[in-house]
Nanobody, 116 residues
Framework: VQLVESGGGLVQPGGSLRLSCAAS????????MSWYRQAPGKGRELVAA????????NYADSAKGRFTISRDNVKKTVYLQMNSLKPEDTAVYYC??????????WGQGTQVTVSS
């Protein structure tokens, strides 16, 4: 099982980034997918989640209206489009695959830094 995040980097406030998480080693389209983040000195928090079919999405209040989660079950990839980024969005972003709340897989994370 492998989840590989990419797309992080340094961006100015108000800018945008698109994170990708490529999955392999499991039946991707059976799993709900989510993005979490962890800022320095803080716990890991849920940012956005998407159901296995893509029909249902959920967002943290901090992400609503600015971030969009999506998935491509053919490419076995989940995305997080982040717009209007703020310094408080600075964190390591992780993707997670979940099946029936029993099986959970995590990626290694990608750093997002929002700074002028």
């Amino acid at each position: 099982v492998q989840l590989v995040e990419s797309g992080g980097g340094l961006v100015q406030p108000g800018g945008s980034l698109r994170l990708s998480c490529a999955a392999s080693g499991f039946t991707f389209n059976n799993y709900d997918m989510s993005w979490y983040r962890q800022a320095p000195g803080k716990g890991r928090e849920l940012v956005a989640a998407i159901s296995s079919t893509g029909a249902t999405t959920n967002y943290a209040d901090s992400a609503k209206g600015r971030f969009t989660i999506s998935r491509d079950n053919v490419k076995k990839t989940v995305y997080l489009q982040m717009n209007s980024l703020k310094p408080e969005d600075t964190a390591v972003y992780y993707c997670k695959a979940t099946l029936y709340a029993l099986y959970n897989y995590w990626g290694q994370g990608t750093q997002v830094t929002v700074s002028s």
